[in-house]
């Protein structure tokens, strides 16, 4: 029994060959007027075209258009060749390419499952990156954000070294939380001043935060030589309005934001031997300008962080913003300092060992710390379970 679809590919495979079409029809024992038929309807809607129409509509129905079919793949490939500092972070999905079509005017825009279905028809897929498992939040007390400049999250990446230098390089990391907008610096060591101002640096460039997240490294949580004492990094977020919050210790997945941003970026600026300072802090604000103005987010509305932020009104640190970085007072506010409870029912806030209960081991528990009163309280799944004086030591 003759297979027809069989017959047309073959004489296709043939004509691109450079077959004669009087070779094409003897080989294939049909008629010159069917090769040339199958062969035009090649041309116009590539190896698709070789399958029956529907007889109804005489149409393939939702067919993407060739021509925008190529663009898609051509977008690909060239987001995928990293060829340029423009696309060398780049995201390459569905959203990217479809955004690009927008910028170019092509109609009809395609969905986010057709570009995807194209893609993986012509083998451009990549396996999903999986960096960080995802994490269940409803009893997980941690600040969550639904709006640019909610939550910033805050980390040091290190110590990293150059070709053929001793020096122990980091990389400082701020990261919106929610719209995913980046600033980063690369520096030598990871000192208190340079953290006081990499964070200054940030909010004259990101905005103030309502919030900033740390893990607990003795440059953000640290309390120096006396328990209940505040660090200048808390004392700098305090000063300008900011609520410090600090994750669990040992929980740096619970920093998931800015966790998976140092996953996805690490590899690909390390794979290149960089022998100068000056290289990396070169190739880091490529990263960044990449990330804020061209990776493109469906929470976002299929828009960059820069697009985004467009539309807010951001407070911004003034750009000869000045403060007293070694005598910085400790202004009325509070932090934040979230703890697992372990079995003996003891929990630290700032040096100092505070009784929560064994009845609440291995639960989450909030600390709100409040400068003025001088107290904390302890919540626990929203419930308040103790507060007490809490004399600070301020110097």
């Given at each position: 029994?003759?297979?027809?679809?069989?017959?047309?590919?073959?004489?296709?495979?043939?004509?691109?060959a450079?077959?004669?079409?009087?070779?094409?029809?003897?080989?294939?024992?049909?008629?010159?007027s069917?090769?040339?038929k199958?062969w035009?309807r090649?041309l116009?809607?590539g190896?698709?075209?070789?399958?029956d129409?529907?007889?109804?509509?005489n149409t393939?129905?939702d067919?993407?258009?060739?021509h925008?079919?190529?663009?898609i793949?051509?977008?690909?490939?060239?987001l995928?060749?990293?060829?340029?500092?423009?696309?060398?972070?780049a995201?390459?999905?569905a959203a990217?390419?479809?955004?690009e079509?927008?910028?170019?005017?092509?109609?009809p825009?395609p969905?986010?499952?057709?570009?995807?279905r194209?893609?993986?028809?012509?083998n451009?897929?990549?396996p999903r990156?999986?960096?960080?498992r995802?994490?269940?939040?409803?009893?997980?007390?941690g600040?969550q954000?639904?709006?640019?400049?909610?939550?910033?999250q805050?980390?040091?990446?290190?110590p990293?070294y150059?070709?053929?230098?001793?020096t122990k390089?980091?990389?400082?990391?701020?990261?919106?939380?929610?719209?995913q907008?980046v600033?980063?610096?690369?520096h030598?060591g990871?000192?208190?001043?340079?953290v006081?101002?990499?964070?200054i640096?940030?909010?004259?460039r990101?905005?103030?935060p309502?919030?900033?997240?740390?893990d607990?490294?003795?440059?953000?949580y640290?309390a120096?030589r006396?328990a209940?004492?505040?660090?200048?990094?808390i004392?700098?977020?305090?000063?300008?309005?900011?609520?410090p919050?600090?994750?669990?210790e040992?929980?740096?997945?619970?920093?998931?934001?800015?966790?998976n941003?140092?996953?996805?970026?690490?590899?690909l600026?390390?794979?290149?031997?960089?022998?100068?300072?000056?290289?990396?802090?070169?190739?880091?604000?490529?990263?960044?300008?990449?990330?804020?103005?061209?990776?493109?987010?469906?929470?976002?509305?299929?828009?960059?962080?820069?697009?985004?932020?467009?539309s807010k009104?951001?407070?911004?640190?003034?750009?000869?913003?000045?403060?007293?970085?070694?005598?910085?007072?400790?202004?009325t506010?509070?932090?934040?300092?979230?703890?697992?409870?372990?079995?003996h029912?003891?929990v630290?806030?700032l040096g100092?060992?505070?009784k929560?209960?064994?009845?609440?081991?291995?639960?989450?528990v909030?600390?709100?710390?409040?400068t003025?009163?001088?107290?904390?309280?302890i919540?626990?799944n929203?419930?308040?379970?103790?507060?007490?004086v809490?004399?600070?030591?301020i110097?």
């Amino acid at each position: 029994m003759r297979n027809e679809l069989s017959d047309r590919q073959h004489a296709i495979r043939m004509r691109l060959a450079s077959e004669p079409i009087a070779t094409i029809y003897r080989t294939l024992q049909r008629s010159e007027s069917w090769v040339r038929k199958w062969w035009h309807r090649y041309l116009s809607a590539g190896g698709e075209g070789l399958y029956d129409l529907s007889r109804a509509h005489n149409t393939i129905v939702d067919r993407t258009p060739m021509h925008i079919e190529r663009a898609i793949l051509a977008i690909r490939r060239r987001l995928n060749a990293h060829a340029t500092a423009q696309t060398r972070y780049a995201f390459i999905g569905a959203a990217t390419i479809r955004e690009e079509l927008v910028g170019l005017e092509f109609k009809p825009i395609p969905t986010l499952r057709t570009i995807e279905r194209i893609l993986q028809r012509h083998n451009l897929t990549s396996p999903r990156l999986r960096l960080a498992r995802r994490l269940p939040s409803s009893s997980y007390p941690g600040p969550q954000a639904h709006d640019t400049n909610q939550v910033h999250q805050v980390d040091l990446v290190g110590p990293r070294y150059l070709t053929g230098n001793k020096t122990k390089f980091y990389f400082y990391l701020c990261k919106d939380a929610f719209d995913q907008a980046v600033y980063a610096e690369f520096h030598a060591g990871n000192d208190l001043e340079q953290v006081l101002v990499f964070l200054i640096h940030a909010w004259q460039r990101l905005g103030l935060p309502r919030m900033v997240q740390f893990d607990n490294g003795r440059q953000f949580y640290g309390a120096g030589r006396y328990a209940r004492s505040l660090n200048r990094v808390i004392r700098l977020a305090l000063r300008l309005g900011v609520e410090p919050v600090f994750i669990p210790e040992a929980r740096p997945e619970r920093n998931g934001s800015v966790e998976n941003f140092n996953g996805w970026f690490q590899p690909l600026v390390l794979q290149r031997p960089f022998a100068r300072a000056a290289d990396v802090r070169r190739e880091l604000r490529h990263l960044v300008l990449t990330v804020n103005d061209q990776h493109v987010h469906q929470g976002l509305g299929f828009r960059t962080p820069t697009q985004y932020r467009r539309s807010k009104r951001l407070q911004k640190l003034p750009a000869r913003f000045t403060l007293d970085l070694k005598n910085i007072p400790v202004a009325t506010g509070k932090l934040t300092i979230i703890r697992w409870v372990p079995p003996h029912g003891y929990v630290d806030i700032l040096g100092e060992s505070v009784k929560v209960g064994r009845r609440l081991r291995f639960h989450y528990v909030k600390v709100t710390v409040e400068t003025h009163p001088q107290r904390f309280k302890i919540y626990h799944n929203g419930h308040l379970i103790k507060q007490c004086v809490f004399q600070l030591h301020i110097s």
